[in-house]
């Protein structure tokens, strides 16, 4: 099956760039969709077909995606941005959806 | 507004069964692919299972640790999405999301999610 591996931690200070790896084989050809989630709370999605933002999302929030790798970027990190984070795929082989095992963002 | 209800959680003990639903109200129901996502108790999110709309044949699809144990169904006369959970293990606890998007399937992202049920399975 499809695996997506993300890192357990990333920690940032206030004001600076958080960047959150998804790693896949062949992930470039897939569609990526990156959510948040808060303590206690449903996800919510942040980033979606690797790139693209739902309305209401800051633009602070971008993506990308590429060969092996696909990345979720937080600019000018706030502290309401402390959450966990997810990736997630189509795997077209299965038909089945795949989330990444999460990352758990700090700001410091 | 988009509004997804889980409810029919509880505590069920291991080998017992379960029936969720998720009522939705402010999209086009029927037109749909719906989730389950569960997540237990300090995990990760994961996949549960899918079903498709009529027109692309209603039918549903499962993780394969769990296929044979759960049914998902739905009535578009009510707007209604149930999951069916049988032979209950320990480590089905969890809170189970219904969720969907309004993208073009199967890609589609999940842009609506529940605020979810808890399953407890204990002794």
């Known amino acids: 099956s499809y695996v997506l591996t993300q890192p357990p931690s990333v920690s940032v200070a206030p004001g600076q760039t958080a960047r959150i790896t998804c790693g896949g084989n062949?992930?470039?050809?897939?569609?990526v969709h990156w959510y948040q989630q808060k303590p206690a709370q449903a996800p919510v999605l942040v980033v979606y077909?690797?790139?693209d933002r739902p309305s209401g999302i800051p633009e602070r929030f971008s993506g990308s995606n590429s060969g092996n790798t696909a990345t979720l970027t937080i600019s000018r990190v706030e502290a309401g941005d402390e959450a966990d984070y997810y990736c997630?795929?189509?795997?077209?082989?299965?038909?089945?959806?795949?989330f990444g095992t999460g990352t758990k963002v700090t700001v410091l | 507004e988009v509004q997804l209800v889980e409810s029919g959680g509880g505590l069920v003990k291991p080998g017992g069964s379960l029936r969720l639903s998720c009522s939705a109200s402010?999209?086009?129901?029927?037109?749909?692919?719906i989730n389950w996502v569960r997540q237990a108790p300090g995990k990760g999110l994961e996949w549960v299972g899918r079903?498709?709309?009529?027109?692309?044949?209603?039918?549903?699809d499962y993780a394969a640790p769990l296929k044979g144990r759960f049914a998902i169904s739905r009535d578009d006369s009510i707007n209604t999405l149930f999951l069916q959970m049988t032979s209950l293990k320990i480590e089905d606890t969890a809170v189970y999301y219904c969720?969907?998007?309004?993208?073009?399937?199967?890609?589609?992202?999940?842009?609506?999610w529940g605020q979810g049920t808890l399953v407890t399975v204990s002794s």
């Open positions: 969720t969907t998007g309004l993208g073009p399937a199967p890609e589609l992202a999940f842009d609506y």
């Open positions: 402010g999209f086009t129901f029927r037109n749909a692919w």
């Open positions: 079903i498709k709309n009529m027109p692309d044949g209603g039918t549903a």
């Open positions: 062949n992930i470039g050809s897939k569609s």
């Open positions: 077909d690797d790139s």
């Open positions: 997630q795929v189509w795997d077209s082989r299965s038909d089945h959806y795949v």
